[in-house]
């Protein structure tokens, strides 16, 4: 069993690297993909990184049910990043 009350400084943490970390080079990446460009080894990295960083907001979100909507929000952008990739690679 986990202790929710420990999660208030994992939240913490992670709001403030996906305000000023994950989600502006989410948005790069996104505007990249949006224009037809290929996904280098980098953003390749970065999506790995960025989803492991989900998985633990998911778990986070079944003890705190106010954050589903948020992380609902990033899986799904992060699901449009990774489709419209394999589409521009598949055109390439």
């Not at 899986?75 to 055109?91: D, F, H, M, P």
């Amino acid at each position: 069993m986990v202790d929710s009350s420990n999660d208030a400084g994992t939240i913490q943490v992670l709001l403030e690297r996906l305000n000023t970390q994950r989600l502006p080079r989410a948005l790069e990446i996104k505007q990249k993909v949006d224009g037809g460009e290929r996904l280098d080894d980098f953003d390749v990295q970065f999506l790995k990184t960025v989803l492991e960083d989900a998985r633990e907001g998911e778990n986070l979100a079944a003890r705190h049910p106010e954050y589903r909507a948020l992380i609902g929000q990033l899986l799904g952008l992060y699901n449009e990043i990774t489709r419209i990739a394999l589409e521009n690679e598949q055109k390439a």
